[in-house]
């Protein structure tokens, strides 16, 4: 099946600075990917839409100038988070389509997850 | 306003029993639904889709219905075993392939 890989898997940085988030594709091309954040214990919350080639569309209550998204080609968006705070640590995951099965389902493949630690 | 409950309590039942779990949605009208599997500090990895027209869909010891009329699918996993032990996650599509998905159980399966 189709994989998703993300890097760093787990990111300890300090109040203020900046931490970049790499989703690949690794055996298909994706125009679009989905970026999720998922607080312990709760459900994964999607954040942003991002549109290889264009800009991102980000969720309700999400900000843009926080949260950079550029999707410069078919297998890889990066999402960096900026001036970073401790409240921005969460467990962020990234997701592409895809089809799924001789029916070819549509679903989505997710990458493994990043933790970031804000201290 | 849109919603997706699942039951928020943990799901503990014996090995060889099956499993039972709910979703429910309200002011929703999904083409279709899907289930994916949680395991901690990883992503969610895809199990099964059923569409609005299908009724049951099973894969191998997973089963799952969808009830547009009650806004409800049911995920069962028969003759479970401690290696089922998961969060399971229902997740409905919106617009743009946009996945809203429900706040998971945690099943554990024990011996």
């Known amino acids: 099946g189709a994989v998703v890989s993300q890097h760093p898997s787990r990111v300890i940085c300090k109040s203020g600075t900046s931490v970049k988030i790499e989703c690949r594709s690794l055996?298909?091309?994706?125009?679009?990917m989905f970026w999720y954040r998922q607080f312990p214990k709760q459900s994964l919350m999607l954040m942003a839409t991002s549109n290889e080639g264009s800009k991102a569309t980000y969720e309700q209550g999400v900000e843009k100038d926080k949260f950079l998204i550029n999707h410069a080609s078919l297998t890889l968006s990066t999402l960096t988070v900026t001036s970073a705070h401790p409240e921005d640590s969460s467990f962020y995951i990234c997701?592409?389509?895809?089809?799924?099965?001789?029916?070819?389902?549509?679903?989505?493949?997710f990458g493994p997850g990043t933790r970031l630690l804000v201290l | 306003s849109q919603k997706i409950e699942q039951n928020s309590e943990a799901l503990n039942i014996q090995e060889g029993k099956t499993a039972t779990l709910t979703c429910n949605y309200t002011n929703y009208s999904p083409a279709y639904l899907q289930w994916y599997r949680q395991d901690p500090g990883r992503g969610p990895v895809f199990l099964l889709l059923?569409?609005?027209?299908?009724k049951e869909k099973r894969k191998e010891r997973l089963k799952v219905t969808f009830d547009t009329t009650l806004k409800q699918s049911l995920f069962h996993i028969t003759a479970s075993q401690p290696a089922d032990s998961a969060t399971y996650l229902c997740?409905?599509?919106?617009?743009?392939?946009?996945?809203?998905f429900g706040t998971g159980t945690q099943l554990k399966v024990e011996l």
């Open positions: 997701s592409a389509p895809g089809t799924s099965g001789r029916g070819g389902q549509e679903t989505q493949y």
């Open positions: 055996d298909f091309q994706a125009t679009t």
């Open positions: 997740a409905l599509t919106g617009g743009g392939n946009k996945l809203t």
């Open positions: 059923i569409r609005e027209n299908e």
